[in-house]
């Protein structure tokens, strides 16, 4: 696909890498030149220097051939007049980030003024997560699958427990047909288990399962579960304010530490039930004196992603039962066991995820299209939900026949609104929801995708 994407910044730059890496033709367009050079040393892309809502630019980057242009500058405005002039110019799909709370609010009207197929909101989607996350604080990641009916939830094992030193055979019994572990990650590499893999203490699992038997999975795993009433964030951004409203509108009692004095004003006047403290919340003693020890969880959403990680450090080391860390750089997480930084939740990474997937359904013009991605396995892994077409193959037949290409699991299927854990004597059939686990190279765009021969053809 011929592909647009204006704007090199995080989220830019992330998605010219994975969607070169896909074989796209990727133009990218930014007013920095600087940065554009730094990109045509890294990438081989074609690049064009300038404002990216301009209409001869667009021109010269090819718009009037585009398949998809990406608009994620840093300015609300620039992507929402940048879409508007690829479609005028004959762009088949735009996609913009806009970001204000305000512009949020009207976004049907502006995707339907602006010619928008796609908006993505980073700060929204990041503060959307954390919520998810706080429901369940045992878990550092909840991917969610076939309208929220399936999950896939990444867990450390515990130094003691029912998991622990336990091979998955073993584990039969406890997980009752009701879980299933799709990938565990050990000492900086993920495996694809088989029924004979033995976890250990400190292991990372990904776990599909139904969402209505996540509490099933934690009594059964042993784990112990946190009722959280006492949040504390630390920063006052955008992400800061979706994720309060969402937490006070939920019953919880919220605490927010920022140092700009007109953003607490701001702060007091939107969220009259939290609590607006004024200073810098990467001073250990001011949080002590908020009384950091006694909240339920906090959440460092600073600008800066070291100081995100010291607070968060700092939080556990205190006592704080669950700390989730955001960070865009997660090359930092490395340094870090994460059993300290607890989850880790990157706006760059969700994003580019949601923008991933939507051009991979748009390069299909057949039913089967990806409908969900999630990367797990710190991005070496891919969860892709699919809906099973009506002309597909492979239907009716034992998932242990099936000629699924190497390391590609089915996790879960839901069929009439119930989550099956699938055996390998469960058979697919056409109109289920179904969880693949595939290793992301694979690059999967459609259902047909899953299987070794080409178009799924029998």
Do not use: W
């Not at 694809?192 to 969402?211: C, H, I, Q, Y």
């Amino acid at each position: 696909m011929n592909i647009i994407v204006v704007g090199n910044g995080k989220i830019g730059e992330l998605l010219v890498q994975q969607l070169s890496k896909e074989g796209h033709d990727v133009v990218v367009v930014d007013s920095n030149a600087a940065r554009i050079r730094s990109l045509e040393e890294k990438l081989d892309v074609s690049t064009v220097v300038g404002n990216g809502a301009s209409i001869e630019i667009l021109r010269e980057a090819g718009a009037e051939n585009c398949d998809i242009l990406i608009a994620v500058s840093n300015s609300d405005e620039v992507n929402l007049l940048t879409a508007l002039v690829a479609k005028k110019l004959g762009c088949e799909y735009t996609v913009a980030r806009v970001r204000s709370p305000e512009y949020d609010r009207e976004m049907n009207l502006l995707k339907t003024s602006f010619g928008i197929n796609l908006s993505v909101n980073p700060e929204k989607t990041c503060a959307k997560e954390i919520f998810r996350l706080l429901q369940f604080p045992s878990f550092l990641t909840r991917n969610s699958f076939a309208g929220g009916r399936a999950e896939m939830v990444e867990l450390i094992v515990p130094e003691e427990g029912k998991l622990t030193d336990r091979t998955l055979m073993d584990l039969a019994p406890l997980l009752d047909k009701k879980a299933l572990i799709c990938t565990i990650e050990r000492g900086g590499e993920v495996l694809v288990p088989s029924g004979s893999t033995e976890l250990r203490a400190g292991d990372k699992l990904a776990v599909a399962a139904a969402t209505a038997d996540l509490p099933f999975l934690l009594r059964r795993f042993g784990i112990p579960t946190l009722d959280v009433k006492q949040v504390m964030i630390v920063g006052g951004s955008a992400t800061a304010r979706y994720l309060a409203t969402d937490l006070i509108n939920a019953g919880l009692a919220v605490t927010i530490v920022e140092s700009d004095r007109e953003k607490c004003k701001a702060l007091e006047d939107l969220l009259p039930k939290a609590s607006i403290i004024h200073g810098d919340g990467s001073l250990q003693h001011l949080l002590a004196e908020e009384g950091i020890a006694n909240m339920d969880a906090v959440v460092p959403l600073t600008g800066i992603d070291e100081e995100n990680i010291l607070i968060s450090l700092y939080a556990h080391s205190v006592g704080t039962k669950k700390t989730i860390t955001k960070v865009n750089r997660t090359e930092y997480l490395n340094l870090f066991g994460q059993e300290h930084l607890g989850a880790v939740v990157s706006p760059k990474s969700l994003t580019a995820n949601e923008i991933t997937r939507y051009t991979r359904a748009a390069s299909q013009s057949r039913e089967g299209s990806v409908e969900t991605l999630h990367t797990i396995g710190g991005g070496a892994i891919e969860a892709l939900g699919f809906t099973v077409p009506e002309e597909a193959s492979f239907v009716n037949k034992p998932i242990m026949e099936l000629p699924l290409k190497p390391s590609t699991l089915i996790a879960s299927i839901v069929r009439n609104q119930k989550v099956i854990i699938p055996g390998g004597q469960d058979c697919l059939m056409r109109g289920d929801s179904i969880m693949v686990i595939a290793s992301a190279d694979r690059m999967i765009s459609n259902f047909a995708d899953i299987f070794r021969e080409r178009g799924g053809e029998a």
